[in-house]
Nanobody, 113 residues
């Protein structure tokens, strides 16, 4: 079972930026679709965006144009660049397969208004 560890979260003001990292315990990014998910307070976990084995990406409407997923397969690491952050982006962010397997600890992102 591949394990994922997220990092890079923090507290940022609205309009600011953060870059999250997702480290995998095995080489998966060139062969599988891996997603960034988030769970906001009181809400269900949702899929934010995906990077596929061929490198193509897609995003939820709520973050399209503001968030960008990239990867460094040599480091078994994926990134989520988040720009123009809004208070409604406040959530715990996770990375995982599609469909998801074992969940990592996630990383908290808090956007203040």
């Amino acid at each position: 079972q591949v394990q994922f560890v997220e990092s890079g979260g923090g507290l940022v003001q609205a309009g600011g930026s953060l870059r999250l990292s997702c480290a995998a315990s095995a080489s998966v990014f060139n062969s599988e679709a891996i997603g960034w998910y988030r769970r906001a307070p009181g809400k269900q976990r949702e899929l934010v965006g995906v990077i596929r084995g061929d490198g193509s990406t897609s995003y939820a409407d709520s973050v399209d144009g503001r968030f960008t997923i990239s990867r460094d397969s040599t480091k078994n690491t994926m990134y989520l660049q988040m720009n123009s952050l809004k208070p409604e982006d406040t959530a715990v962010y996770y990375c995982n397969r599609l469909p998801p397997g074992y969940w990592g600890p996630g990383t908290q992102v808090t956007v203040s208004s």
